[in-house]
């Protein structure tokens, strides 16, 4: 059992920036792709961004490419999504999640363990 936990979220203002971090304490999780997932009020859970194990490969959703860097740091087994130019309708809980394979995936089925999410609200 992966445990993930995620901090960072908060409320900032329109084209300000905020940094999530996601950490596994006691866990590695350096064999996994992980990815960022989010869910605003009365909508489904949609994919934001994943990284594969080595950090070379990322995907991001048309939404917010260009915006959003997803990046992880296996020696601090952290995985980071720092959003930039944030928009109102970024407001959601973000999750982090990992996968059991290497590779990237934008599907949440793909992904077997989740945080508990961290609230991200973007005012006008």
């Known amino acids: 059992q992966v445990q993930l936990v995620e901090s960072g979220g908060g409320l900032v203002q329109a084209g300000g920036s905020l940094k999530l971090s996601c950490v596994a304490p006691?866990?590695?999780?350096?064999?996994?792709?992980m990815g960022w997932f989010r869910q605003a009020p009365g909508k489904e859970r949609e994919f934001v961004a994943t990284?594969?194990?080595?950090?070379?490969?990322?995907n991001y959703a048309d939404s917010v490419k260009g915006r959003f860097t997803i990046s992880r740091d296996d020696s601090k087994v952290a995985v980071y999504l720092q959003m930039t130019s944030l928009k109102v309708e970024d407001t959601a809980v973000y999750y982090c999640a990992a996968r059991s394979s290497t590779w990237t995936s934008g599907a949440e089925n793909d992904y077997h363990y989740w945080g508990q999410g961290t609230q991200v609200t973007v005012s006008a």
């Open positions: 990284i594969g194990y080595s950090g070379r490969a990322t």
């Open positions: 006691g866990r590695a999780f350096n064999n996994r792709a």
